[in-house]
């Protein structure tokens, strides 16, 4: 990895890490970030931005001048918010707030966007740069705040990116096509009737019922898609119940669908509900269905990605880029930003040297402190390449 401390300097770096350390320590969750909020809103004032506002609620967008008031304009988003997850990292500063902690990395992500803001503001883009600290990400519905305001609506493309611990500091994944899915939830009530758990021919059980179709659901992947056509259904929840020997009236089951492709998508619904409908019946159940539409498929294009990798090279080296070793079904709602824009998202490897592979959204989940300044970087270098692209299409004299 090349060594980014000039870039960065003794006084920048502390700062910076800093920052993280103050976020990891206070986190909070999607749109309750009014501390978080204020102090990344604070850190950008001291850079005497264009423009800063709060925006979304906890949102926070700050406008770093660029070289040419004609060049298109760039956005570098980093979420801010946390997850309900009580913390086991032990760290010296590990979160104050009990059942909360920054479980997916998003203190690391609003702090290279802040140090980007700074690279930029230091050497500017073409263009200006707008530097955007996204509440809500944990829910899927911060990105869709963001662009309700409008506050992106003269941007020309965005950028963004993710820690990933599977990949140590230093590695970069720039690639093309699916990189998220689509992240679909249900709810499913079974309505039965409910009876005494010694005469159960007396009831129509319910809990039974839902045994029944969570088994027959687990074959909609298995035997209605095509092979290797990357989908998941999953039951995360499952209520039902009062004491051991009582049947219940009602059970509730809650999971979530993920998809890439769009027909997938609509095929998966449509397989819960026929599935539900003839699992009821057999059973003698009455079914209610709700779908929650989520995130989009986050599909990156190959043009913006084109720059990422070149900045990703020109900063790390060709060694740095590397591609995920599997489709990764997780959800991202930035997906609603390149439904709009032009842009792409990265994962940046936050594994420290010698550490271990640990999933996000688990207790022990911490980012290596030196993504910070790999992610900062690359964001920066990419954004003043995406302008000078951007520019050249839309100068008809090149």
Same mark, same amino acid.
């Given at each position: 990895?090349?060594?980014?401390?000039?870039?960065?300097?003794?006084?920048?770096?502390?700062?910076?890490? %800093?920052?993280?350390?103050?976020?990891?320590?206070?986190?909070?969750?999607?749109?309750? /970030?009014?501390?978080?909020?204020?102090?990344?809103?604070?850190?950008?004032?001291?850079?005497?931005?264009?423009?800063?506002?709060?925006?979304?609620?906890?949102?926070?967008?700050?406008?770093?001048?660029?070289?040419?008031?004609?060049?298109?304009?760039? %956005?570098?988003?980093?979420?801010?918010?946390?997850?309900?997850? *009580?913390? /086991?990292?032990?760290?010296?500063?590990?979160?104050?707030?009990?059942?909360?902690?920054?479980?997916?990395?998003?203190?690391?992500?609003?702090?290279?966007?802040?140090?980007? %803001?700074?690279? #930029?503001?230091?050497?500017? !883009?073409? &263009?200006?740069?707008?530097?955007?600290? *996204?509440?809500?990400?944990?829910?899927? =519905?911060?990105?869709?705040?963001?662009?309700?305001?409008?506050?992106?609506?003269?941007?020309?493309?965005?950028?963004?990116?993710?820690?990933?611990?599977?990949?140590?500091?230093?590695?970069?994944?720039? *690639?093309?096509?699916?990189?998220?899915?689509?992240?679909?939830?249900?709810?499913?009530?079974?309505?039965?009737?409910?009876?005494?758990?010694?005469?159960?021919?007396?009831?129509?059980?319910?809990?039974?019922?839902?045994?029944?179709?969570?088994?027959?659901? *687990?074959?909609?992947?298995?035997?209605?898609?095509?092979?290797?056509?990357?989908?998941?259904?999953?039951?995360?929840?499952?209520?039902?119940?009062?004491?051991?020997?009582?049947?219940?009236?009602?059970?509730?089951?809650?999971?979530?669908?993920?998809?890439?492709?769009?027909?997938?998508?609509?095929?998966?619904?449509?397989?819960?509900?026929?599935?539900?409908?003839?699992?009821?019946?057999?059973?003698?159940?009455?079914?209610?269905?709700?779908?929650?539409?989520?995130?989009?498929?986050?599909?990156?294009?190959?043009?913006?990605?084109?720059?990422?990798?070149? !900045?990703?090279?020109? #900063? #790390?080296?060709?060694?740095?880029?590397?591609?995920?070793?599997?489709?990764?079904?997780?959800?991202?709602?930035?997906?609603?930003?390149?439904?709009?824009?032009? &842009?792409?998202?990265? =994962?940046?490897?936050?594994?420290?040297?010698?550490?271990?592979?640990?999933?996000?959204?688990?207790?022990?989940?911490?980012?290596?402190?030196?993504?910070?300044?790999?992610?900062?970087?690359?964001?920066?270098?990419?954004?003043?390449?995406?302008?000078?692209? #951007?520019? /050249?299409?839309?100068?008809?004299?090149?």
């Amino acid at each position: 990895m090349a060594d980014l401390n000039s870039l960065f300097g003794k006084g920048l770096r502390g700062r910076l890490l %800093a920052l993280r350390r103050d976020l990891h320590r206070h986190p909070e969750l999607a749109f309750e /970030e009014e501390r978080t909020a204020a102090r990344l809103y604070d850190e950008l004032a001291k850079l005497d931005p264009a423009e800063l506002e709060r925006i979304a609620g906890t949102g926070v967008i700050a406008r770093i001048a660029g070289t040419d008031d004609a060049a298109p304009v760039v %956005a570098l988003r980093g979420d801010i918010d946390a997850l309900p997850i *009580q913390e /086991e990292t032990g760290l010296d500063y590990a979160s104050e707030a009990p059942g909360v902690m920054h479980a997916c990395g998003h203190d690391v992500h609003a702090t290279w966007t802040v140090g980007a %803001a700074h690279l #930029l503001a230091s050497r500017p !883009a073409r &263009g200006d740069v707008l530097i955007l600290l *996204q509440p809500a990400e944990e829910t899927g =519905r911060g990105a869709a705040a963001i662009l309700q305001t409008g506050a992106l609506d003269g941007a020309a493309a965005i950028f963004g990116a993710h820690v990933d611990r599977r990949f140590p500091v230093g590695q970069v994944v720039a *690639q093309a096509g699916p990189l998220a899915a689509a992240t679909d939830e249900f709810t499913i009530e079974l309505l039965g009737s409910g009876g005494h758990g010694a005469r159960p021919h007396e009831a129509a059980d319910p809990v039974v019922g839902a045994s029944a179709l969570i088994m027959a659901m *687990q074959t909609i992947v298995a035997r209605r898609l095509r092979p290797g056509t990357p989908a998941v259904v999953t039951i995360g929840m499952l209520r039902a119940g009062t004491a051991p020997n009582v049947i219940p009236d009602t059970a509730e089951l809650r999971g979530t669908l993920r998809s890439i492709e769009p027909e997938t998508r609509e095929l998966l619904q449509r397989e819960v509900e026929r599935i539900v409908q003839r699992v009821a019946v057999a059973h003698d159940l009455q079914p209610r269905i709700t779908f929650e539409r989520g995130t989009p498929p986050l599909v990156n294009p190959p043009g913006p990605v084109e720059w990422a990798q070149r !900045a990703a090279r020109s #900063l #790390l080296g060709e060694e740095a880029l590397v591609t995920l070793p599997t489709i990764n079904m997780g959800g991202e709602d930035f997906a609603f930003y390149l439904e709009r824009l032009a &842009g792409c998202f990265l =994962r940046v490897g936050a594994r420290e040297e010698g550490g271990e592979v640990m999933p996000a959204h688990s207790p022990r989940f911490v980012a290596a402190d030196e993504s910070i300044f790999v992610g900062a970087a690359v964001l920066a270098e990419t954004a003043r390449l995406a302008a000078e692209n #951007l520019m /050249e299409r839309s100068d008809p004299r090149r």
